[in-house]
Every structure is written in C-alpha cells, then in structure tokens.
C-alpha cells in the first residue's frame, strides 16, 4: 500500500465464517497488538462484526464475514498493491 496511499503502508485482509468468529479473531488481534505495543487508534464494526477494521498507522487490518469480504472486494479495489503473503508456520 505504501506506493499507493498515504495513510498507511500495509492492509491486512481476513475473513471468518461467521460474526462470532469475526469477533474472536478481531479480539485476538487487539489482545496481540497491545502485547507487541502497537495501540490501535481506531476501532470500527465490534459490534455487529461482519467488517471490523482497526486502524493501527501504518496498519490497517480488515477482519470480514466472508460474504461481506466477497462483496466489498478489497483485494480488487487494491489490486495495484504487491502482496505478502504470511505463513502460519510458527518455526
């Protein structure tokens, strides 16, 4: 992102079946972040969590219902930007 815009280097795109797993990734994310010391400064969909979007500076994470990733299409929309992808390989 960061040739692309100027208010922040990276999206982190995610997805979960249901709300309620929307919910606990979003959880887990915050949990972690503050561990690592990166304070989110905005906080947006808790509630109904079908896109919640936290906004950390030079990070902005997406966690959606699937149906609702599928149909915003982020990936599409910024499809200009080089993507990393990360492994869930913990060696």
């Given at each position: 992102?960061?040739?692309l815009?100027?208010f922040?280097?990276y999206f982190?795109i995610c997805?979960?079946?249901t709300?309620?797993?929307v919910q606990?990734i979003?959880d887990?994310?915050?949990e972690?972040?503050?561990?690592?010391g990166l304070p989110?400064?905005?906080k947006?969909g808790?509630?109904?969590a079908?896109w919640?979007?936290?906004?950390?500076?030079d990070?902005v994470i997406?966690?959606?219902?699937?149906?609702v990733?599928v149909?915003?299409?982020?990936?599409y929309?910024?499809?200009?930007?080089?993507?990393?992808?990360?492994s869930?390989?913990?060696?």
């Amino acid at each position: 992102m960061r040739k692309l815009v100027n208010f922040c280097d990276y999206f982190v795109i995610c997805s979960g079946n249901t709300g309620r797993q929307v919910q606990a990734i979003a959880d887990h994310i915050d949990e972690q972040l503050c561990i690592v010391g990166l304070p989110v400064r905005y906080k947006q969909g808790m509630k109904d969590a079908d896109w919640i979007v936290f906004d950390s500076g030079d990070v902005v994470i997406h966690i959606f219902q699937k149906d609702v990733r599928v149909f915003y299409g982020l990936e599409y929309l910024w499809q200009e930007a080089k993507k990393i992808q990360l492994s869930d390989d913990k060696n």
